[in-house]
């Protein structure tokens, strides 16, 4: 056995403890079960997480950490149970999905200590890696910090027709990625202080689907990655420690209309990636343990053997349908991120308001959205941009046209200080409230958020 490193670094910011070389790794990289079919159960539990650091209290759907991964075909009628056997309220949003507003799971759904929700929706979307995750006002960080959020994959007939790694598990896998702030007794409370909620509950381990370090062990062959960045503030750099190349094929919401060759991926909180990646021969050149800067860890290690799997053709276009927002005459609105002082998150001057609709937009439409983030002096507080409901297409970037990673659907995009953004937002199907905002939960939650009505 041969090894590569899988690592990412967490840029911007500077951790305030780092475990190296001297952890432990974590066993093989745990894959999520797949929940699918007509009557979907979720229950929302109490848990123990063990890491080599000391074991953490957790919540989980169905378990102690994390959750199942949703899998559902477009078409099929989404019909998911959820009880709540903790002792506190939470809700569950599905992200990236086009959902009727009563069971967008967002802030006003909330499952009651005890209680339970049975939202029943159809599936009206194209292919695309997905994820669900509480949403509670005030809570969400927290919430998902400590441990609830899972995939959810839709598959279509074209998704279905291509050529690709499709076995889930064995060469089409899952990779949740989170950091977690490991405490001086080992397990990683979620505890924000001022500095946290301004630049994000930043951890010093980071977690692959729950595990620390995990190794996985692949044949040679085409596999592909579904990255999902799951962490509550944390940006991240995704490369591989050999620089090892490899080829996107989706981003948020589905295929990318050009496939992106590349070493490295950004991804901020929310967002995720689907990738091929070809392990050869020369890819079992043995690799050095790179932990880059300071403020990098290696998160996984992938051993590929002697044996040869399958290998499949990398593809170079794939079908992005997308609604026309050429029309000169489409409602535009400018949605400004600003950051007003310590903890003070506001769009466009105002915090999230429960009882306000921000606007209300008409059902059927399209529209341009100008989104900024406004820089605060030298602080260079990143916001990252989410909508409910809806797959946006990224007009422009800074006044340019958009990077080929940014050619896709996407529902949730990265903005630096001073960066603008031009996106293209429809709302189709349903009426009612939905939410925007920073999925920087600890902005989020501070109040970085606001709601409009489809009607
Ligand atoms: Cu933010």
Redesign the pocket.
Same mark, same amino acid.
């Given at each position: 056995m041969k090894s590569i490193h899988f690592f990412i670094s967490i840029i911007l910011f500077i951790p305030g403890m780092l475990f190296g070389n001297g952890s432990s790794a974590g066993g093989q990289l745990p894959v999520p079960p797949v929940l699918e079919g007509k009557e979907l159960k979720l229950d929302i539990r109490q848990g123990e997480l063990e890491l080599p650091f000391g074991t953490s209290k957790t919540l989980g759907f169905n378990g102690s950490y994390l959750g199942p991964t949703i899998r559902l075909s477009s078409g099929d009628l989404a019909d998911i149970s959820i009880t709540n056997s903790i002792s506190e309220n939470t809700t569950v949003h599905w992200h990236g999905l086009h959902v009727p507003a009563e069971f967008d799971g967002g802030p006003h759904q909330i499952i009651p200590a005890g209680g339970s929700w049975n939202p029943v929706f159809a599936i009206k979307q194209s292919a695309a890696t997905l994820w669900y995750h509480p949403h509670l006002m005030g809570q969400t960080a927290e919430h998902v910090y400590r441990g609830l959020a899972g995939m959810f994959i839709i598959d279509d007939d074209y998704s279905k027709s291509l050529d690709i790694p499709k076995d889930y598990g064995m060469n089409d896998i899952p990779l949740i990625i989170q950091d977690r702030r490991i405490g001086r007794d080992g397990s990683f409370e979620y505890n924000p202080g001022g500095p946290d909620i301004m630049m994000g509950y930043i951890g010093n381990a980071v977690l692959v689907n729950g595990a620390y370090k995990p190794e996985l062990d692949l044949k040679k062959g085409t596999y592909r990655f579904r990255i999902l960045n799951g962490s509550n503030s944390s940006i991240y750099r995704v490369t591989f420690s050999d620089k090892h190349r490899f080829t996107v094929i989706a981003s948020d919401g589905g295929f990318l209309p050009k496939t992106v060759q590349t070493d490295q991926l950004v991804m901020s909180p929310g967002e995720r990636y689907e990738i091929l990646i070809d392990f050869t021969k020369k890819a079992e050149t043995k690799i050095a343990l790179d932990i880059m800067g300071g403020n990098s860890h290696e998160i996984m290690t992938i051993n590929t053997s002697r044996e040869t799997g399958s290998y499949f053709e990398h593809p170079a276009a794939l079908k992005y349908d997308h609604p026309d927002y050429s029309a000169k005459n489409l409602t535009k609105r400018v949605f400004n @991120?600003e950051t007003r002082g310590m903890g003070v998150?506001t769009i466009n001057g105002q915090k999230m308001n429960m009882d306000r609709i921000n606007f209300s937009l008409n059902q059927n439409s399209e529209e341009i959205w100008t989104v900024r983030n406004i820089g605060m002096g030298m602080m260079n507080?990143? +916001?990252?941009f989410h909508v409910h409901d809806t797959q946006f297409t990224v007009l422009s970037l800074n006044g340019q046209p958009p990077g080929p990673l940014y050619a896709g659907p996407k529902d949730t995009i990265l903005l630096f200080a001073g960066e603008t953004a031009e996106i293209g937002v429809s709302f189709r199907d349903y009426t009612g409230v939905y939410m925007y905002h920073?999925h920087?939960l600890e +902005?989020?939650d501070s109040g @970085?958020m606001g709601q409009f009505m489809v009607e």
């Open positions: @991120m998150f507080i990143p +916001h990252s920073c920087l +902005h989020e @970085m």
